[in-house]
């Protein structure tokens, strides 16, 4: 594997010798990636939605950074700053303390954005970024039932013309712990959007881990099933659960039996990033950490992750590449090395693409209000293995051992850091934070999204940019409804958790041109 030291130096001393910049004319941080130059400029703006805010159902709000997209046609600049229209997907319902038979669904706001390039840690600015909701698209199975976010069946399998077998997943009454005929459905762990020209959607998801094509009535149409080393297995076949029992189960036999795959995908770690090129032909979707063969078992050992590149211009898609990706590794307090799991990608050129990597149980509501890892930092696979075939994606496979040693004839793609969501002296100018009181102003634990456009609000000629983010809150409120708005709930942490957007004016290099 070649050394990849001297990119990872020089993007640490471009950090730490920037990192309390606070101005355009002095970037917050510069990274040369593979002799391309990327710059964080500043943090552009900061907003949030409410946490009990509903939607066209009657159903709080929740989720959304779990992906979002632009219809970039749409931005463009105002009298007093930007607007666009921006579709934002929630992932499967309120489950902090079990699942619950949530339709996934995906959102479309307005949002706008007004600068203020003044704002300082002294007088920082009020909210500038807003969004107002428009409409929600809300997704149904091949066979016209809405898909649920419950977890998947221990093992089983939907059948439909024309499709891989699909994850399934069987309750009782109405989903949410009262009166019904109960019913088998499609399971959905939402947490990767495209948005196609046709109006159409591709999402990823984490109990297949799939790949689903849905059209503009959110009728699932197509169905792209990973490679077998990806597909998550117990007992010597396919089990899609992922141990996430429903919130009105009690007693041990609401588990399954391992609580872990065998193989496969690990639990709640699937598809979690989605991008595409351009042109909308190449598709490309990411693990969240490795598989269970390949060091998924533990924080220490899962940064091995496999990246899926598909061509879509026929009507068929065709699995055309694979490569891995190291994730990076963050000290925690203790002095163990843990790794930053990947929640998105972001395309930028055929070879760069950002990703988003961070720590977990840090943020507020947390038990800890300081983050010590979330960044959009840069990989790079102009010389990674094209590890596509039989000797990686049979169903007993690997390409690293359980204790994360990665094949030494694979060459792994080069990582540099970019933005860090937690210098406080960006953050501060809007009035948000990361560490301290456990405030409104404190940022939510997960950001797990990532949209680009441009700054001069048309073609992005000048490699100018603001990368959008928002967070997933969990959907935690104590004023929450789901089901139609007929089911009713308190997150039993106490907290109002909103959902709380960034946006960041970032540098691209010449010839970047993201999706």
């Not at 456990?438 to 000629?461: C, F, H, I, R, Y």
Request: charged fraction near 15%.
């Amino acid at each position: 594997m070649r050394p990849r030291v001297q990119l990872l130096l020089l993007a640490l001393v471009c950090s730490v010798h920037a990192s309390s910049g606070s101005n355009a004319s002095s970037p917050v941080n510069e990274t040369i990636c593979n002799e391309k130059h990327y710059a964080y400029q500043e943090l552009a703006g900061y907003g949030f939605i409410p946490s009990n805010t509903t939607d066209s159902a009657g159903d709080t709000i929740g989720g959304i950074g779990s992906a979002v997209a632009f219809d970039r046609s749409s931005w463009h600049k105002t009298s007093t700053g930007y607007s666009g229209v921006i579709y934002a997907q929630p992932d499967r319902g309120w489950n902090t303390e079990g699942t619950l038979n949530y339709q996934s669904r995906v959102h479309k706001f307005t949002i706008t954005l007004t600068p203020r390039p003044n704002a300082t840690v002294d007088d920082p600015a009020a909210p500038n970024i807003h969004l107002s909701y428009l409409d929600t698209v809300f997704f149904f199975a091949p066979d016209g039932k809405a898909t649920t976010g419950l977890d998947g069946n221990p093992s089983g399998h939907l059948s439909f013309p024309n499709f891989p077998d699909l994850p399934p997943g069987t309750y009782t009454g109405n989903g949410f712990g009262g009166p019904g005929p109960g019913d088998t459905r499609l399971v959905h762990d939402t947490e990767g959007l495209v948005l196609n020209e046709d109006g159409t959607f591709w999402v990823s998801d984490e109990y297949g881990p799939y790949i689903y094509h849905i059209d503009q009535t959110g009728h699932v149409i197509q169905a792209i099933r990973p490679p077998d080393a990806i597909i998550p297995r117990r007992n010597g076949s396919e089990s899609f659960s992922a141990d996430s029992p429903p919130e009105y189960a009690t007693g041990e036999s609401d588990d399954v039996t391992p609580a872990d795959p065998d193989t496969g995908r690990v639990n709640n770690h699937g598809l979690e990033g989605l991008t595409k090129s351009p042109d909308g032909r190449y598709l490309y979707a990411m693990m969240q950490g490795a598989l269970q063969q390949e060091g998924g078992q533990k924080s220490s050992t899962e940064r091995y992750v496999r990246l899926l590149q598909y061509d879509t211009s026929a009507s068929q898609p065709e699995f055309v590449a694979e490569y891995v990706v190291p994730l990076p590794f963050y000290r925690t307090a203790g002095n163990k090395d843990k790794t930053a799991l990947s929640s998105e990608i972001h395309y930028i050129s055929p070879t760069q693409f950002l990703f988003l990597a961070r720590d977990s149980n840090a943020g507020r509501g947390q038990s800890s209000s300081t983050s010590l890892f979330r960044h959009a930092d840069v990989f790079d696979i102009s010389t990674a293995t094209n590890i596509k075939g039989a000797t990686y994606d049979c169903a007993t496979c690997n390409i690293a051992s359980s204790g994360a040693v990665l094949n030494a004839a694979i060459e792994e793609a080069t990582t540099c850091y970019f933005v860090d969501f937690n210098v406080n002296s960006q953050l501060n100018r809007f009035g948000v934070h990361n560490g301290g009181a456990q405030d409104a102003g404190l940022l939510n634990e997960k950001w797990e999204s990532l949209a680009l456009v441009p700054v001069d609000g048309g073609t992005g000629e000048n490699g100018e940019y603001f990368l959008f983010s928002f967070s997933d809150n969990d959907f935690i409120t104590q004023d929450g409804h789901l089901n139609h708005g007929t089911f009713s709930y308190k997150d039993s942490s106490g907290f109002n958790l909103d959902n709380q957007v960034l946006a960041f004016q970032i540098s691209l290099p010449p010839g970047a041109n993201p999706s």
